[in-house]
């Protein structure tokens, strides 16, 4: 069974349970979504911003936190979104360059670093964003880009995903604070309703001799650590 949707592509998303329901679920409110990885938190989000599109209009915003995952998280939109342009925007490309992609563009994809200098320079504002997705979400704490970015924010609905939130309730409250996030969804590998997309994972240990170098780099930190270590004892 395939996710029946009039902005994604016809049978390319398969129908998950727990993805439906946590989808309803953040587009009720800002939501830090913690999901194992594995488990489609990028597939939640594109259910999210179909909808969040064919509702409300206006301008989506996917933020992630390299290079990389932009081009990965925008290639995966683009192959399952449909009658919506898809952009990116990184540092590798100029203020005007990411203005007009900005422009052109109902989905823009771009690492957080690009987003909040462009807003601070003027080039655009976040007036027209109807939802902000905010992957690897735990970054968002001191000044990193993240928090500057929803900073800006005044009306969109904000998702934050991520596997990790923070070892403590203290540090999952900053998160959710620094993006303006009011509800909390999680979800366990054991949980009923995702138990049964788990898979085994099977895992190889390869050892690997280290480069003769690493040893005159240990040798060199033990020397160094030695002192403090001789007071210790």
């Known amino acids: 069974m395939y996710v029946d949707h009039a902005l994604i592509r016809p049978r390319s998303v398969m129908e998950r349970g727990y993805q439906s329901a946590l989808a309803q679920s953040c587009l009720k409110a800002s939501t830090l979504l913690v999901l194992p990885t594995g488990l489609g938190k990028t597939v939640i989000a594109l259910r999210v911003a179909a909808e969040v599109l064919r509702s409300r209009g206006g301008k989506v915003l996917f933020l992630a936190p390299t290079r990389p995952l932009v081009v990965q998280t925008a290639d995966y939109l683009s192959e399952h979104l449909v009658d919506r342009s898809v952009g990116i925007m990184t540092g590798t490309s100029t203020p005007s360059e990411r203005r007009g992609s900005w422009e052109r563009n109902d989905v823009l994809v771009a690492t957080p670093q690009s987003v909040a200098n462009d807003l601070g320079r003027g080039s655009f504002d976040l007036d027209g964003v109807s939802l902000i997705v905010y992957d690897e979400a ?17 009306s969109a609905l904000s998702l934050g995903m991520t596997a990790s939130p923070g070892a403590t309730r203290k540090r999952i409250g900053a998160v959710c604070a620094n993006l303006g996030l009011r509800e909390l969804e999680w979800r366990e590998d054991d949980d009923d309703d995702v138990a049964p997309h788990v898979h085994d994972v099977d895992v190889s240990i390869i050892e690997v001799a280290p480069p003769e170098h690493m040893h005159e780099v240990q040798e060199l930190l033990r020397r160094l650590q030695g002192p403090s270590l001789d007071v210790l004892v």
Do not use: E, K, S
């Open 138 to 154: 735990h970054r968002a704490v001191g000044n990193y880009a993240y928090v500057r970015v929803a900073r800006c924010n005044r």
